[in-house]
């Protein structure tokens, strides 16, 4: 309540995967808005990336939510908005990058779809486990810009559909139990894509240090919150994509130079990470080529739904 994430009328997209936290988000998020009259118009949000033997699955699971809830639900699939499902991709790039192009594409998606939606705000479900993952990855990586803003509440104010993590404090521990006390029909299986170490070293280090003390996770966000980057630090700076028009600190966004590379049969393209400057994304860019005739693994990350 204290982060004014709402106002009456708006329309907010909930980010459905049919698991866990978005099961419990839009459970909760369509509770409160009917006991408390918010007057918020919710719709469930789903990203379709073409995973057979998972997503489609899942994507029951938030059909059977659609009924239960009453919420309208609008999917948005990786074919349609890229021309490759996810099973294509794997086909062609293997299980190294996988998740990198899945996650650059999901985020895209999600902003597609919610404005197909007109939505005002776009809500996901990620709790207080992911987000302290993300801050010791972007401490690891030393991704200034992103640690800057992975533990805001609200992201994107100033584009046109900001993103809001409700549960940004919710332990992960804490969503699993009421999604169980309240029987939620949620889907658990893990991506048959998923790297083996699923969510990397950091997931077990949090784990760990949540064992010896619960409250370790919190410490993290807030130390997160804490960071204060220096003035003289520079920054990307945002500007929009040449061809797509989405948000971008460089000529192409991040999905576009991944899709070039798919479409031009060299997939580690856009792999790796630009810094915001031309002529290192250009660097960058060699430095992929380079990789794609020796065939050499420049980067390969976890679960791009931590990409956030
Ligand atoms: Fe996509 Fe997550 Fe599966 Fe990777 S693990 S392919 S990011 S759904």
């Known amino acids: 309540m204290d982060n004014n994430l709402f106002k009456p009328g708006e329309r907010v997209a909930v980010a459905a995967s049919g698991g866990k936290d978005s099961t419990v988000l839009a459970y909760v998020m369509s509770e409160l808005n009917r006991r408390h009259n918010y007057g918020l118009d919710l719709f469930l949000l789903s ?10 699955d899942s994507l029951e699971t938030v059909k ?24 294509e991709i794997v086909k062609t790039i293997g299980l190294k990058n996988n998740c990198t192009f899945c996650g650059v594409f999901r985020r ?9 939606l007109k939505a005002d705000k776009l809500v ?7 987000i302290a993952e993300t801050v010791l990855l972007n401490i690891l990586r030393g991704d200034i810009a992103r640690l800057s803003r992975c533990t805001f509440i609200t ?32 889907f658990s299986t893990e991506c048959i894509y ?7 070293f950091a997931r077990e280090f949090i784990k760990d240090l949540e064992r010896m003390r619960p409250r370790a996770i919190l410490d993290i ?36 130079l991944l899709l070039e590379g798919l479409n031009r049969g060299l997939p580690k393209l856009g792999i790796g990470r630009a810094r915001g400057t031309n002529g290192l ?22 679960c791009g739904t931590l990409d956030f």
């Open 124 to 130: 996901t479900g990620h709790n207080a486990d992911d």
């Open 221 to 256: 966000i807030r130390s997160g919150e804490n960071f204060r980057t220096a003035t003289s630090t520079k920054m990307p700076e945002q500007g929009t994509c040449e061809r797509c028009g989405y948000i971008s600190s460089q000529k192409l966004c991040k999905a576009c």
């Open 155 to 186: 992201t994107g104010e100033d584009g046109p559909i900001p993103r809001c993590k409700p549960f940004k404090y919710t332990y992960e521990k804490e969503i699993v139990m009421y999604a169980y006390f309240k029987k939620l029909d949620y």
């Open 194 to 200: 998923s790297p083996n170490a699923y969510r990397g």
């Open 108 to 116: 895209q998606a999600l902003d597609r779809g919610a404005a197909l």
């Open 281 to 302: 994304n250009k660097r960058v860019e060699q430095r992929n080529l380079r990789s794609e005739r020796t065939g050499s693994n420049i980067e390969s990350k976890q």
């Open 64 to 87: 059977r939510n659609e009924i239960e809830y009453g919420l309208p639900l609008k999917v948005v699939s990786y074919k349609d908005l890229y021309g490759w499902t996810m099973d």
């Open 47 to 56: 990203v379709d990336e073409g995973i057979t033997g998972y997503r489609d």
